[in-house]
């Protein structure tokens, strides 16, 4: 199989592409033959030698995929060869070829073709665990998300919209921000002229608000918290700000707020299945109906990833960036 491999850890031109054996499904998992892949921020961590795989996953890079079921492995029912997917990987989206447990193999919505359906699995699941199955976004509530215009950005906009939250976001652009408006955001933020707390509080009159989904980590930790409501939930899901910060406890406690941080590569096999499956229960009928759908920037050969990671690196893509091996 074809199979984007490196020569060490560092820049995008360490990418190149291989040819590697094919992967065989072993009990309980399914060969899928990749139509397209992702490129996450996670990606280019793993590129720079910071995020290695869980053990056990591929080393080659990639968190999610599209494509046919090639193969089934001892014991998968369900499923039939030729049926089109797309999959949460641990590792490997990057091939002609990859390997995914049962579990994490989903069918493609209505309406989505395959391979934009490479766009959903990892935003999808990352945003309906954290924002709805841990941080129990409810209707009407105030919903803040930062880097509106990224991946997980675009798909949290319109499923927090869909859910009927009033929807506030941080960007960095104007065509970022009017893109944010464009898919549901109520209020969209320039984060390098405004200040984000005073510009939720003033809109939600002092309020704040109730749920927060940061990718930044500790450059944003204590105004995030200064943006909580009353019983607001902050969930951090990043560290593009760094990895330490300061936590005012007694501003929490006032709050009776929560700071929740979690991870989704590395969740047992078993977890992410029960993600999936909720994933296909609750959010595939608002893709199949069109009140959400995938954003995608642009769509490159395997051969040009090194050009797809220096695109999400520099900022400029909207939603996400996909290649087709």
């Given at each position: 199989m074809r199979a984007v491999t490196q020569t060490a850890p560092g820049g995008p031109e360490t990418l190149v592409v291989s040819e590697l054996p094919d992967p065989v499904p072993g009990p309980g998992e399914i060969l899928v033959d990749v139509a397209a892949t992702a490129v996450n921020r996670a990606d280019l961590l793993q590129r720079q030698g910071f995020y290695p795989p869980p053990p056990g996953a591929s080393d080659v890079i990639g968190l999610e995929c599209s494509g046919t079921v090639a193969a089934l492995g001892e014991g998968v029912t369900g499923w039939a060869v030729g049926d089109a997917v797309c999959a949460l990987?641990?590792?490997?989206?990057?091939?002609?070829?990859?390997?995914?447990?049962?579990?994490?193999?989903?069918?493609?919505?209505?309406?989505?073709?395959?391979?934009?359906?490479?766009?959903?699995?990892?935003?999808?699941?990352?945003?309906?665990?954290?924002?709805?199955?841990?941080?129990?976004?409810?209707?009407?509530?105030?919903?803040?998300?930062?880097?509106?215009?990224?991946?997980?950005?675009t798909f949290a906009i319109q499923l927090a919209a869909a859910s009927g939250a009033r929807v506030f976001t941080t960007a960095?652009?104007?065509?970022?921000?009017?893109?944010?408006?464009?898919?549901?955001?109520?209020?969209?933020?320039?984060?390098?002229?405004?200040?984000?707390?005073?510009?939720?509080?003033?809109?939600?009159?002092?309020?704040?608000?109730?749920?927060?989904?940061?990718?930044m980590g500790a450059k944003y930790l204590g105004r995030n918290v200064d943006v909580l409501a009353d019983e607001g939930r902050l969930v951090i899901i990043g560290m593009q700000g760094g990895s330490k910060g300061e936590l005012d406890i007694g501003r929490l406690l006032s709050k009776r707020g929560a700071v929740i941080a979690t991870a989704l590569r590395s969740r047992p096999v078993e977890s992410k299945a029960r993600i999936c499956a909720s994933v296909v229960e609750h959010v595939w009928p608002l893709v199949a109906d069109g009140q959400v759908r995938?954003?995608?920037?642009?769509?490159?050969?395997?051969?040009?990833?090194?050009?797809?990671?220096?695109?999400?690196?520099?900022?400029?893509?909207?939603?996400?960036?996909?290649?087709?091996?």
């Open positions: 990987l641990a590792g490997g989206g990057y091939a002609s070829r990859v390997v995914v447990p049962a579990g994490q193999v989903m069918p493609v919505p209505d309406g989505i073709d395959l391979v934009t359906a490479a766009a959903l699995p990892e935003v999808a699941c990352t945003v309906w665990s954290n924002v709805f199955m841990v941080a129990a976004l409810r209707p009407d509530e105030v919903f803040l998300v930062h880097g509106g215009g990224g991946g997980i950005g960095g652009s104007a065509d970022k921000l009017e893109r944010c408006r464009e898919l549901g955001a109520e209020v969209a933020i320039n984060y390098r002229d405004d200040d984000f707390v005073d510009v939720v509080r003033t809109a939600t009159d002092g309020a704040g608000a109730d749920v927060v989904l940061d990718n995938p954003v995608v920037s642009a769509v490159l050969p395997l051969d040009e990833v090194a050009e797809a990671h220096r695109l999400i690196e520099s900022g400029e893509a909207v939603g996400k960036v996909l290649l087709t091996p």
